[in-house]
């Protein structure tokens, strides 16, 4: 059974903190490695993409992926309470079609 | 209209009814799919379409039927649910099939269903 685990939260952290979101995925033939935002009441929307260990950034957003641990985590810097959602990880394995997602983090930033 | 448009937004059916989920994108992707999502579950993956095919089939029960005419419409036929059924259901595109990170899902809002 492939599996993508997140804590399920809620993390709070008050307005221009760091906030930090783990993921852990049970498969090691995953490829890619997604993170979505979804806020209460609409649809996920991609936030970050990663496929290669190490870090990626983009703008406050930073995705960082340890292969050999099998973490992936999204930190999310200067945090807005425009940032209070859910985050859900992703994960794709092999050459399927499947994107295998996590049960979310929810995020509240507080002002 | 643009992007991947769901109706109806919300459903309530009894247990015998028959009713069908209407998803259709303006994205030029070729690659369909319905996930289903419950509280405090992650989301499900029942059926993906790409080029019109199927090509995902996640042991979804025959309760859940779907039909994809083109590229840019996509449903699901519902008949004789459950309550448990009951949750919020979710179309997404992409470009293809196979490369996530070349062509990210885009997600629909989703039709909020209660089996009743």
């Known amino acids: 059974q492939k599996e993508v685990e997140q804590n399920s939260g809620p993390l709070s952290v008050p307005e221009g903190a760091i906030a930090s979101l783990n993921c852990t995925y049970s498969?090691?033939?995953?490829?890619?490695f997604f993170w979505y935002r979804q806020y209460s009441g609409k649809s996920p929307e991609l936030i970050m993409f990663i496929y290669s260990n190490g870090d990626k950034e983009d703008g406050r957003f930073t995705a960082q992926l340890n292969k050999a641990s099998q973490y992936v985590s999204l930190l999310i810097r200067d945090s807005q309470p425009s940032d209070s959602a859910t985050y859900l990880c992703?994960?794709?394995?092999?050459?399927?079609?499947?994107?295998?997602f996590g049960s979310g983090t929810r995020l509240l930033v507080r002002p | 209209e643009t992007g991947v448009t769901q109706t109806p937004r919300h459903l309530v059916m009894g247990m015998t009814n028959k009713k069908s989920l209407k998803c259709e994108q303006h994205?030029?992707?070729?690659?369909m799919y319905w996930y289903k999502q419950s509280a405090k579950k992650p989301l499900e993956l029942m059926f993906v379409?790409?080029?019109?095919?199927?090509?995902e089939n996640n042991s979804v029960p025959s309760r859940f039927s779907p039909e994809c005419p083109n590229s840019s419409h996509l449903f699901l036929h519902l008949h004789t649910l459950q309550p448990e059924d009951s949750a919020l259901y979710l179309c997404?595109?992409?470009?293809?099939?196979?490369?996530?990170?070349?062509?990210?899902?885009?997600f629909g809002n989703g039709t909020r269903l209660t089996v009743t």
């Open positions: 498969d090691r033939g995953s490829q890619s």
């Open positions: 992703a994960v794709k394995v092999d050459s399927s079609y499947k994107l295998i």
């Open positions: 379409y790409n080029f019109k095919e199927q090509t």
């Open positions: 997404a595109s992409s470009q293809d099939g196979g490369s996530f990170y070349n062509s990210p899902l885009h």
């Open positions: 994205l030029g992707h070729n690659a």
